[in-house]
């Protein structure tokens, strides 16, 4: 059981970094090249590929290369659930902390 809780903590970090869920939340329903993933973010190449490769390494997106670019995919759809739900606590939560 304690894999489980370790593979479970290391996909978590990318639900803790707003880059990371800046990036996730662009492969929700698309698979993004590097080049369209900076152009929309406005990060350097550097960042992305870092941050790409952490999630690379935790599972969650995978890549292929076509020509000279390379693209990114979510690997699994549920993911998209988890990070819906999560969302919809935290708007809940500050709902109600404005009334």
């Known amino acids: 059981m304690r894999g489980l809780y370790k593979i479970h903590a290391e996909m978590s970090k990318v639900f803790s970094n707003s880059t990371l869920l800046e990036i996730f939340n662009l492969l929700r329903d698309k698979e993004l090249s590097v080049t369209a993933l900076i152009e929309k973010?406005?990060?350097?190449?550097?960042?992305?590929?870092?941050?790409l490769s952490i999630m690379k390494s935790d599972g969650i997106v995978i890549s292929n290369r076509n020509g000279k670019n390379i693209y990114y995919?979510?690997?699994?759809?549920?993911?998209?659930?988890?990070?819906?739900?999560?969302?919809?606590?935290?708007?809940?939560?500050?709902?109600?902390?404005?009334?």
């Open 73 to 99: 995919r979510l690997t699994n759809p549920k993911i998209i659930k988890a990070f819906d739900i999560i969302g919809e606590v935290l708007s809940k939560r500050l709902r109600s902390r404005m009334l």
């Open 41 to 51: 973010t406005k990060l350097s190449q550097a960042n992305i590929s870092q941050h």
